[in-house]
């Protein structure tokens, strides 16, 4: 063997330790850069050529530009964050609230039955229709669930 061998026991424990500590804050400050540059590109406030100096800043001085950005404007990022989770958390709430009012996207039963009795006292339908349709309205099923034929109204 022509060059030296190293051990396990030629690297001591602290030296592990500091290699490790080393490791850690280098991914920590790719980590930072990252988010750096999204916060760049949401802040809405700012002009395209302050989020190209920016962007330049942290890419040709990645450690001034970082550093600078996070004392010069690193108290807004997290509001600038904390509103997108907001925003996107009422769009999530907003989308549920309208898939949720009925199974089929469309409307409640509820608002079905006002319609079928709306048309009833109009003259538009005669009693039976109204008394099968709001059978269907309350079995939740619609004519193209049911294999046969509609019965018709049994309480004569």
């Not at 022509?2 to 500091?18: C, H, K, N």
């Amino acid at each position: 063997m022509s060059g030296e061998t190293y051990l396990a026991y030629d690297y001591p424990l602290l030296s592990a330790f500091w290699t490790m500590l080393i490791f850690f804050l280098w991914i920590m400050w790719f980590v930072l850069l990252f988010r750096i540059v999204v916060d760049i590109f949401r802040d809405d406030d700012m002009s395209g050529w302050a989020k190209a100096g920016w962007l330049v800043f942290c890419v040709v001085l990645p450690f001034l530009g970082v550093f600078v950005y996070v004392i010069a404007r690193g108290k807004n990022m997290g509001r600038r964050e904390m509103a997108q989770a907001r925003s996107q958390q009422q769009e999530f709430d907003r989308y549920i609230r309208e898939t949720a009012k009925s199974p089929g996207g469309g409307t409640s039963s509820v608002d079905e039955l006002h319609k079928l009795s709306e048309m009833k006292s109009r003259g538009d339908i005669s009693e039976e229709e109204f008394r099968r349709a709001k059978a269907m309205v309350l079995s939740d099923s619609g004519p193209s669930d049911r294999p046969g034929p509609v019965a018709s109204g049994t309480g004569r």
